[in-house]
């Protein structure tokens, strides 16, 4: 979309200075430690609290490591708040929302970038319209939808509005443009059909920029919120953000150590997820600039 | 088809000439576009329009059998919304969220995301990953945490301010601090996707420039003030304009910190759309405010665009 599509990786300081730069930098490097302290602390200081059993809160003076480390809290989660089941739901919803972008949006960035048809522009101005709509809009008119199509309170409603998004168009029709048009060429005069050229051909050269697109998809639509939160009236339909965010609000809102917990188990995929694939993920962010 | 396929080839890129564009080639475009239009239709620009055509109507709770039946107001809403203190406060906590916290966003990433790029050598991924780490993970979960981190009596932030022998205020109870902390909360959010697009557009200027501005004399300071920002403006104008409609749609935050209190000082747009429409039911009302925010953040774009960019 912008200037911002060089890769991460950085061209080397000339010879001569490097060294001795490197010496003169050791104040940078402190201060962006501190600053990772800053960024982390918060994630250890969870991780902490969620170990720590309820009495122990209410020491004086307060105590930063856990003095008796108990997975008591993840018990009870587990136990008495059906968080194995907050936990499916997340992780279906996810999932199927990632296939639906990771089949759908390739499709119309193909056609967006490469072939030729009658109401092209009109989609790509549609797609580029709806970029800049706050979120909220269609929440009251899908949830009118929704309840009118008997669907408020199970997976399809929490999925349908989510299986396709710009996002996905954008990533992929940026990258199908770079294809080689003899590529494509080639396929057709040896006589395949558009879709077998677009399955045998595109989709393989491909897989990277689906890998990004996946990744990004799942991670927002396992971070969702506001609209899940309309959606799943019912507790048995809870993603792990609304049922995390309803005892934080409730019932359970001064019992810090079982919170802690809950947000482990809401981050933890997600840091897997990242760190695994972390690569992909800030440089699909770099070369859009959208977060999904 | 492989024919006129040939001749379009064959004009190195150019959009097609010659020969008519035939319903064959249109039925394979729209073969591939129609599962992504037919969803987006109906889930995504169809809302949009139904929204505007809802905050004419009291839509109600009752409606919601027969939304067709519902009663049109006219303008009723939007002229109820100008004589609401509660959605002008709402704007107005938005807009201090908005001024407040986008240019410190920015400006945290910006210093990040030249460190990592000029001024450090090593350890750039693990720097990079650390930063962005919030940026990943769930509002919710951050929130969640964050309350526990800014709790007057077992909060990590007060105990190191009582450790320093100061007694640390309540700061979500406070209708003064609460709004700042949930800006330092922002901040350290989303301070590393600003820096992550940062760096990718810090790579994109060629090294020469560097090189030509040190032939010339400029300091650290100097490079970053004129070759840096400079050549980095469209993607700071890009990030501006992400961030502000992004930070425009506050709502998490408040929702789990504070409730949009104390005494509706952390109470944003969206979240006073969302007691509108899903605790009061009054969803024609809620859609007159959505549609504000909407125009808000269209205006808000559209500004940032025309006078920044001509600026340059």
Request: overall charge neutral; hydrophobic content about 55%.
């Amino acid at each position: 979309m912008t200037a911002v599509q060089a890769r991460l990786a950085t061209p080397p300081l000339p010879a001569g200075q490097a060294g001795q730069r490197a010496l003169g930098r050791w104040w940078i490097y402190l201060l962006l430690s501190f600053g990772i302290l800053l960024m982390v602390g918060p994630f250890i200081w969870m991780v902490l609290g969620s170990l720590k059993t309820p009495g122990e809160f209410l020491v004086s003076p307060p105590t930063f490591l856990p003095a008796k480390p108990t997975t008591d809290n993840y018990i009870r989660l587990f136990d008495e708040l059906d968080f194995p089941r907050f936990f499916f739901n997340s992780s279906l919803v996810a999932l199927v929302v990632t296939a639906g972008n990771i089949i759908f949006c390739p499709m119309l960035g193909y056609a967006l970038a490469k072939l030729q048809w009658r109401g092209k522009r009109p989609v790509m101005a549609l797609v580029l319209a709806t970029l800049m709509v706050p979120a909220g809009i269609t929440l009251i008119p899908n949830f009118v939808l929704m309840a009118n199509l008997g669907l408020v309170n199970t997976y399809p409603g929490l999925i349908l509005p989510f299986l396709v998004g710009p996002f996905g168009v954008f990533l992929t029709r940026q990258f199908m443009f770079g294809i080689p048009d003899e590529l494509i060429e080639a396929a057709r005069i040896d006589g395949a059909s558009e879709w077998r050229t677009y399955w045998q051909v595109v989709m393989p050269i491909t897989i990277p920029v689906l890998a990004t697109l996946g990744i990004l998809t799942f991670l927002a639509s396992w971070n969702n919120f506001i609209y899940p939160l309309v959606m799943a009236q019912e507790p048995e339909m809870y993603t792990l953000p609304v049922a995390l965010a309803t005892f934080a609000t409730g019932d359970h809102q001064s019992d810090n150590g079982m919170l802690m917990a809950g947000s482990v188990v809401l981050v933890i995929p997600v840091l897997i997820i990242f760190i695994l694939f972390q690569r992909w993920i800030t440089e699909g962010i770099a070369t859009t600039g959208l977060k999904g | 088809m492989t024919a006129p396929a040939l001749v379009r080839s064959n004009v190195a890129g150019r959009a097609p000439v010659g020969p008519r564009r035939g319903w064959r080639q249109d039925l394979i475009g729209w073969s591939f576009a129609a599962p992504f239009v037919i969803l987006f239709g109906i889930f995504l620009a169809l809302p949009i329009i139904a929204a505007f055509a809802l905050s004419f109507t009291s839509f109600g709770l009752r409606d919601l059998d027969n939304p067709i039946g519902t009663t049109v107001v006219g303008v009723q809403n939007y002229t109820d919304l100008l004589g609401d203190p509660k959605f002008w406060k709402s704007l107005g906590n938005t807009i201090y969220f908005v001024v407040v916290g986008v240019p410190l966003t920015l400006a945290l990433g910006l210093v990040v995301a030249n460190a990592l790029s000029r001024g450090i050598t090593r350890f750039r991924t693990v720097f990079r990953v650390g930063y962005y780490l919030p940026v990943i993970t769930s509002i919710v979960a951050i929130a969640v945490v964050w309350r526990f981190l800014l709790n007057p009596d077992v909060g990590l932030i007060n105990i190191l301010l009582s450790n320093l022998g100061i007694t640390g205020p309540n700061w979500l109870a406070s209708s003064t601090l609460a709004m700042p902390s949930i800006i330092a909360m922002a901040v350290w959010r989303n301070l590393g996707f600003a820096m992550v697009v940062f760096v990718a557009g810090m790579q994109a200027i060629p090294a020469m420039l560097y090189e030509a501005a040190s032939i010339d004399g400029a300091g650290r300071w100097q490079a970053f003030r004129y070759v840096t920002l400079p050549m980095l403006r469209p993607t700071i104008l890009f990030m501006l304009v992400i961030t502000t409609i992004g930070y425009l749609q506050l709502f998490e935050e408040p929702f789990v910190m504070t409730d949009g209190g104390p005494l509706d000082a952390t109470l944003s747009v969206t979240m006073y759309m969302y007691q509108q429409g899903f605790e009061f039911f009054h969803q024609g009302y809620a859609s007159a405010i959505a549609y504000v925010l909407f125009v808000i953040v269209a205006i808000v774009a559209f500004l940032q665009f025309k006078f920044l960019r001509s600026e340059a």
